[in-house]
């Protein structure tokens, strides 16, 4: 084989080489072009799903504060009224333990404290006239400078009532008693039956209703 032969086989396999880069490079360039315009899209798909889904996060976190709010006002306005209810209850449960206190006769107030009456010999003096609310007994007791001395209670509740009792120089008296609010009073008298000479007399009544 002579140089002029072999000169044509060496540029033959030089023209495949360069024919075999080119078509290399056009694949490479063309899976490139075709990669790098799908990222793209799918860039942009995923930008655009992140936006709408950020949208609708901000729209749900508007609407839970916006009832989170709401909820926390409706939540003091309830235990406002729940306090309410409480110190209703409770004024009324205080009514009622009164009321219990009045049925079981374990209320009482003191109506005369020691009250000195000084009078002459058969005298009667009164006392007291009250209005008792409740039905109970008044509790009278009384010191006297005489053994002739005597209490009287009388009031009118639909028919007249009328109780006397001797207690002398020292004693003590249950007297029952009804409500004679609207009907009128209760009159407690003291009085003496000495036929010459007078006495003096301390008392004292309790209520007890």
């Given at each position: 084989?002579?140089?002029?032969?072999?000169?044509?086989?060496?540029?033959?396999?030089?023209?495949?080489?360069?024919?075999?880069?080119?078509?290399?490079?056009?694949?490479?360039?063309y899976?490139?072009?075709?990669?790098?315009?799908?990222?793209?899209?799918?860039?942009?798909?995923?930008?655009?799903?992140?936006?709408?889904l950020?949208?609708?996060?901000?729209?749900?976190?508007?609407?839970?504060?916006?009832?989170?709010?709401?909820?926390?006002?409706?939540?003091?306005?309830?235990?406002?009224?729940?306090?309410?209810?409480?110190?209703?209850?409770?004024?009324?449960?205080?009514?009622?333990?009164?009321?219990?206190?009045?049925?079981?006769?374990?209320?009482?107030q003191?109506?005369?404290?020691?009250?000195?009456?000084?009078?002459?010999?058969?005298?009667?003096?009164?006392?007291?006239?009250?209005?008792?609310?409740?039905?109970?007994?008044?509790?009278?007791?009384?010191?006297?400078?005489?053994?002739?001395?005597?209490?009287?209670?009388?009031?009118?509740?639909?028919?007249?009532?009328?109780?006397?009792?001797?207690?002398?120089?020292?004693g003590?008296?249950?007297?029952?008693?009804?409500?004679?609010?609207?009907?009128?009073?209760?009159?407690?008298?003291?009085?003496n039956?000495?036929?010459?000479?007078?006495?003096?007399?301390?008392i004292?009544?309790?209520?007890?209703?």
């Open positions: 084989m002579t140089v002029g032969e072999r000169k044509p086989r060496g540029y033959q396999a030089g023209l495949v080489v360069c024919v075999v880069i080119i078509v290399v490079l056009g694949l490479w360039g899976y490139y072009v075709a990669n790098h315009h799908h990222t793209d899209e799918d860039w942009g798909a995923e930008h655009w799903w992140h936006i709408t950020d949208a609708e996060l901000g729209k749900y976190k508007s609407w839970l504060n916006g009832n989170i709010t709401s909820y926390k006002r409706q939540i003091i306005d309830l235990k406002k009224l729940i306090n309410a209810m409480d110190s209703q209850i409770h004024n009324q449960q205080a009514k009622i333990d009164e009321l219990n206190k009045i049925v079981g006769l374990q209320k009482s003191v109506v005369v404290s020691e009250k000195t009456v000084t009078q002459g010999a058969g005298e009667e003096t009164l006392v007291i006239k009250y209005s008792p609310y409740y039905a109970g007994y008044f509790n009278i007791s009384m010191t006297s400078t005489t053994s002739n001395a005597y209490i009287k209670v009388s009031y009118w509740y639909g028919q007249y009532f009328n109780f006397e009792t001797t207690l002398g120089t020292s003590r008296v249950i007297v029952p008693i009804l409500p004679t609010d609207g009907w009128g009073e209760v009159y407690v008298y003291v009085g039956t000495n036929d010459e000479w007078g006495a003096s007399h301390t004292s009544i309790i209520y007890q209703y």
